[in-house]
Nanobody, 124 residues
Framework: QVQLVESGGGLVQAGGSLRLSCAAS????????LGWFRQAPGKERDLITY?????????YYVDSVKGRFTISRDNAANTVYLQMNSVKPEDTAVYYC????????????????WGQGTQVTVSS
């Protein structure tokens, strides 16, 4: 049974930092592209970043987080991270990690496995 469990969310002031973690089990972690999505109230769930499978040498960031957020993976620990710096109130959302085998995708529907989400709230 595949499980993705996010942690690290919470309340942070604008300009601060937060580090999200997503621990995976039940899958061959290195073979999966890992993505972080977020969903604000009344909005769709959108991809903000992904990291390629195995070496993780390819990453993608949506423009709104580029230069502020960093995705990384530790295959030995079966964990993907999202370092969030210089956060803004508009970063407030539920953050989800997701896994997809091999080829990267921007589409949520293409991801095979999802975590339960963790709330990030940025106060101004």
């Amino acid at each position: 049974q595949v499980q993705l469990v996010e942690s690290g969310g919470g309340l942070v002031q604008a300009g601060g930092s937060l580090r999200l973690s997503c621990a995976a089990s039940g899958l061959t972690f290195s073979r999966y592209v890992l993505g972080w999505f977020r969903q604000a109230p009344g909005k769709e769930r959108d991809l903000i970043t992904y990291i390629s499978w195995l070496s993780g040498d390819s990453t993608y960031y949506v423009d709104s987080v580029k230069g502020r957020f960093t995705i990384s993976r530790d295959n030995a620990a079966n964990t993907v991270y999202l370092q969030m710096n210089s956060v803004k109130p508009e970063d407030t959302a539920v953050y989800y990690c997701a896994a997809k085998s091999f080829a990267a995708s921007f589409r949520a529907d293409d991801y095979n496995y999802w975590g339960q989400g963790t709330q990030v709230t940025v106060s101004s």
